[in-house]
């Protein structure tokens, strides 16, 4: 039992160190949140339903990489009114959180093989369901939030720059 434990232990720390790079490589391609597999689901109705579970008490008591590495990852707590570029780097931050604990969650099945019977059934449940699916369920909360924030951004900048334009050609 022992043995199941640690080895169960030490896989998921050392596959939650190994996907932090996956995460930083993950950003360098074209994440789209307005689509597929990131795309706001019908059911989610805008992120009442997260709001439902309760997350509003518990997504600030849960870790956050951006706090542990903030020189790396962008936060996600939003000060005042975040410019349209700050946004978009939010946007693209939830895609990535949201992907690297998509692909723990399989990653995770080989906890039935470090430790076979109940006990890696055990911490296999532990793993996603304390794991990473509260993480997927906050980057899918946040996610319309900093979308209306985004269009709120660029009107206000298009606003700016129309402005400045008017002056500049009266």
């Known amino acids: 039992m022992r043995n199941g434990l640690f080895a ?5 720390a050392l596959w939650g160190v190994l996907c932090f ?3 930083r490589l993950i950003k360098l391609f074209r994440l789209d949140w307005d689509r597929a597999p990131f795309a ?3 059911w989610e109705q805008d992120g009442r339903v997260y709001e439902r579970a309760g997350i ?3 997504k600030d008591l849960v870790p956050d990489v951006s ?3 903030p020189s790396i990852v962008p936060p996600k707590a939003v000060q005042g009114m975040p410019d349209a570029a700050t946004l978009r780097d939010m946007l693209k931050e939830t ?6 604990h998509v692909v723990l969650i399989p990653l995770g099945l080989w906890l039935l093989r470090l430790w076979q019977g109940i006990g890696g059934v055990m911490m296999f449940l532990i793993y996603v369901i304390l794991g990473n699916v509260p993480f997927i369920m906050i980057q899918r909360y946040n996610r319309p939030r900093f979308r209306r924030m985004l269009a709120v951004a660029e009107a206000r900048e298009r606003r700016r720059t129309d402005a400045r334009t008017d002056t500049v050609q009266q």
Request: net charge positive; charged share 20%; aromatic share 18%.
């Open 95 to 100: 895609c990535v959180a949201e992907a690297v």
């Open 21 to 23: 790079p996956l995460g």
């Open 56 to 58: 509003r008490r518990w």
């Open 40 to 42: 706001q689901w019908r």
């Open 67 to 69: 706090k542990l590495f």
């Open 8 to 12: 169960c232990v030490l896989f998921m």
